[in-house]
């Protein structure tokens, strides 16, 4: 249970990141992710 609270909280965090750098970064991020 503490896994999956932490999870949704990391994909939050994860996608506010890429909102403030940009598309830019959210590619950078998806491959780093895959």
């Known amino acids: 249970m ?3 609270q932490i999870k949704p ?3 939050r ?3 506010l990141i890429c909102n ?3 598309d830019t970064a959210r590619g ?3 491959d ?3």
Do not use: A, D, Y
């Open 28 to 30: 950078m991020n998806f």
């Open 13 to 15: 965090r994860t996608s």
């Open 20 to 22: 403030v750098c940009g």
């Open 2 to 4: 503490e896994l999956q």
């Open 9 to 11: 909280k990391r994909t």
């Open 32 to 34: 780093v992710i895959t």
